[in-house]
Structure formats: C-alpha cells, structure tokens
C-alpha cells in the first residue's frame, strides 16, 4: 500500500510538472481542470503523510493546514532514538550493537525466560503445600465469587 501511494504521489507531481510546463496552460480549461485535480490528490495523500508523521511523532501541538515535515520527521527520529536500544551486552558478556542482534537476543531472552519449566512447577506446588497461608472460610468465598452490585460499582 505504501509503494502505491508512493507511485501515486510521484504521478502526481509529475503531472502537475508536465501541466504547468505546458505553454499558457491557465488560459486552457481542461488543462486547469486536470491540475485543479492533481494537486486536490496530492494535497490529500501530503495530509496523509503529515498526520501519520505528527502521530508518530507524539506532537502536542499542531494547526490544521500545517506542514511542517521537516520539524515532525526530527521528532519522530528523536522520539525512536529514545525508544532504541543501543547497547547490549550478551549472556558472554559481548557487547551487541546492531539492531538485528538486539532484537534475537531479546526475543531468545525471553524465550527463555517465560519456557515452561517442569521443575518450577513442582517448586511452586511445594510452596503452596509447605506455606502457612490462611483458607478462605465459606463466606468469603461466596462474596469474592458473587457478582458485583450497583453499589459496589459506584463506590469505585
């Protein structure tokens, strides 16, 4: 979808270019209908862009009909560095610090980290056994399973 509004938009543009070159185009009106369309589209895929940009962007502010591009993709390229990681040191203690590598060392770290374990689940269930918790009595059962009323909902 992208490469498409992208082709679209060079079209466009090229359109436009090829209408304004041709000799006293103003005085034609196919010709200042066509551009009148042209530049209708284009203007709407920019506003597309630039919405995009300023959502990613996280902006604060913005006035409609605004495009300034240029301060919105900074932002945006600001705001990824922060989220980024650019360091990272391996299980070997070597220093990683392409993204690529990064980003298999975090997944296989938390592959690892969230593996279903046998031996945790016996540990767990020792736990439970051994712990010297309290057992709910009936009563407090029945109104943690019951279901909320309007009171209840209100008071939050």
């Not at 060079?10 to 034609?28: Q, R």
Request: proline residues 1%; charged residues 40%.
């Amino acid at each position: 979808k992208k490469k498409e509004v992208l082709r679209e938009k060079d079209k466009l543009l090229k359109d436009i270019e090829k209408i304004k070159s041709t000799p006293d185009f103003m005085n034609v009106e196919a010709l200042r209908s066509d551009l009148f369309e042209a530049e209708v589209k284009l203007n709407k895929i920019l506003d597309s862009e630039t919405q995009g940009i300023i959502t990613r962007a996280r902006a604060q502010w913005t006035e409609k009909g605004e495009r300034s591009t240029k301060y919105f993709f900074g932002l945006e390229k600001s705001n990824s560095k922060k989220k980024s990681i650019m360091k990272l040191l391996d299980d070997n203690n070597r220093e990683l610090y392409e993204q690529d590598e990064i980003s298999m060392h975090v997944v296989e770290f938390y592959r690892k980290l969230f593996r279903t374990r046998n031996g945790c689940k016996e540990s767990m269930k020792e736990y439970i056994a051994t712990s010297n918790t309290e057992c709910l009595n009936d009563e407090i059962k029945e109104r943690l399973d019951g279901e909320f009323s309007i009171d209840e909902m209100d008071s939050v």
